[in-house]
């Protein structure tokens, strides 16, 4: 007899996680390594900012469990949860605090990436909105934030380690299939329309970011005819 089970996580949340896990991931070596590989580094970051942007407003439009007003972790459901008090489906409280962390540092490390500068060919693509002096600046916040990231990241890790082995809870099975098991009410909304919505505004954020809308800088001014005396 099949066991009980709830639709938990919808699609597009499956795939903005794995995605997401896939280019952070990729960003992190490739800006470790720098080199030529810091070409690749910036269009991972442009997939990075399309991909936070479509979770900001999937977390408003998308279906019950991935909304961000049904996870939010007030004072009160953290400490219900550190009670040992709390019930719910998708993220406990103190993941939601990861979840939010993750995302405010992403959109940080992203921000600041777009107009950084490595001082020797790579420059972000609105580094021409700023001068070099604040480039200086959030190249150094990017850099810092950057092993924050890191070091969240491997707290993450061990967290869904360890709600697995001591907890016995499977974290990760849900974020593949969709599915938990156990009763409750499946994951509502978040239909095709709200699908396209979120997708267009995160393509609008990587057009933006991109910084094709900006014009051709000018040529550089033709040299100077030498006088034939």
């Not at 489906?89 to 405010?104: S, T």
């Not at 009410?185 to 954020?205: D, M, N, P, R």
């Not at 000018?218 to 030498?226: I, K, M, N, Q, V």
């Given at each position: 007899m099949d066991s009980p089970r709830i639709r938990l996580w919808?699609?597009?949340t499956r795939l903005f996680h794995w995605t997401l896990v896939a280019c952070v991931g990729a960003a992190v070596v490739t800006g470790q390594l720098g080199g030529g590989l810091i070409d690749l580094h910036g269009k991972l970051g442009l997939a990075i900012v399309?991909?936070?942007?479509?979770?900001?407003?999937w977390g408003m439009v998308g279906s019950t469990y991935a909304r961000f007003a049904q996870f939010f972790p007030t004072p009160a459901?953290?400490?219900a949860y550190l009670r040992g008090e709390w019930q719910g489906?998708?993220?406990?409280?103190?993941?939601?605090?990861?979840?939010?962390?993750?995302?405010?540092l992403l959109a940080v490390q992203v921000a600041t990436g777009l107009f950084s500068n490595d001082d020797i060919a790579f420059v972000g693509p609105l580094y021409e909105l700023i001068d070099k002096e604040l480039s200086n600046r959030l190249t150094g916040i990017h850099h810092l934030a950057a092993n924050?990231?890191?070091?969240?990241?491997?707290?993450h890790v061990a967290a869904i380690v360890f709600y697995g082995h001591a907890k016995k809870q499977k974290l990760l099975k849900p974020m593949i299939t969709g599915w938990k098991e156990g009763h409750g009410?499946?994951?509502?909304?978040?239909?095709?329309?709200?699908?396209?919505?979120?997708?267009?505004?995160?393509?609008?954020?990587?057009?933006?970011a991109s910084g094709a809308w900006l014009p051709e800088p000018?040529?550089?001014?033709?040299?100077?005819?030498?006088p034939n005396w």
């Open positions: 919808d699609l597009p399309g991909l936070v942007v479509f979770r900001l407003v459901k953290v400490k489906e998708g993220h406990n409280p103190l993941g939601a605090m990861a979840v939010f962390g993750l995302l405010i924050i990231l890191i070091a969240l990241i491997v707290l009410e499946s994951a509502k909304g978040g239909g095709l329309i709200a699908l396209l919505v979120a997708l267009l505004i995160a393509s609008g954020a990587v057009y933006g000018l040529p550089p001014p033709p040299p100077a005819e030498t």
